[in-house]
């Protein structure tokens, strides 16, 4: 039995539900980065039509949904903050003490609530909408806000390679993931050369190159379409 790091806690294996490339890719990142054991489900997207038991294990039907025992969660940035505040204390977490933690948690929360909804906007009404439904207007304003929201992203990086506290927390995977998000809905050669590099030195990760490795091959054994879900379009 593994015990969490000066603690008599019982190892309890983590599940982690995912669809290749979406938000889940952020925990399924940062278990590979922490180099946590894991169980990877992988399901077809979007689970709420094509996956439909899996509404029993979170009725929103959204991925991620972490499961570590009795604990759930379904918000990709707090699962970052949470694997890397109770799994590498002092690595890939930034401490409550340290000058830099309220810049980490800000990162972590805009990470979702700023830069990745407004890309979703993009990718509901350019895609996922069936055509009489689609809105070329407001996909155009939400990648211009997007495209805006990331000046405060390129003034961090201009300055350092990663985002806070002097290195790479979980706050460059949380933040990283919409960079990724981006580069699906072709918005990359917009993005300033700063980010651009910021980007590419992401996705040399080792552990980023893990995750798209894992998530690939538990897609084929799973037998569940591999195509990365920001990809997807609408069947007709
Ligand atoms: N704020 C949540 C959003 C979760 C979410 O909406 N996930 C998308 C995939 S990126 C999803 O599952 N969509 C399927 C649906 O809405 O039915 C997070 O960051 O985890």
Do not use: I
Not at 49 to 78: C, H
């Amino acid at each position: 039995m593994m015990s969490l790091e000066g603690s008599p806690e019982k190892f309890v294996m983590m599940t982690l539900y995912h669809c290749v490339s979406a938000r889940s890719f952020r925990p399924l990142w940062l278990l590979e980065e922490l180099g946590l054991p894991y169980s990877l489900k992988v399901l077809p997207f979007p689970p709420r039509a094509l996956a439909r038991s899996f509404l029993q294990e979170n009725p929103l039907g959204t991925v991620p949904l972490l499961v570590e025992g009795d604990t759930r969660m379904t918000e990709s940035a707090a699962m970052c903050q949470y694997l890397a505040a109770r799994h590498s204390p002092d690595r890939l977490d930034v401490a409550v003490n340290d000058p830099d933690f309220a810049a980490y948690l800000n990162w972590l929360h805009m990470s979702d609530a700023t830069l990745t909804f407004p890309q979703t906007l993009v990718l509901r009404y350019t895609h996922f909408e069936p055509a009489e439904r689609q809105q070329p207007q407001v996909a155009e304003d939400y990648r211009r806000w997007f495209l805006a929201r990331l000046k405060a992203v390129d003034r961090a990086v201009q300055q350092q390679p990663y985002l806070c506290a002097g290195r790479f927390t979980a706050a460059d995977v949380a933040v990283g993931y919409a960079l990724m998000l981006a580069t699906h809905l072709g918005l990359s050669a917009q993005f300033p050369p700063a980010v651009a590099a910021y980007w590419t030195r992401l996705q040399q990760r080792q552990a980023f190159q893990r995750a798209l490795a894992q998530q690939h091959q538990a897609a084929l054994e799973q037998g569940v379409p591999a195509t990365p879900a920001p990809d997807t379009r609408p069947a007709g």
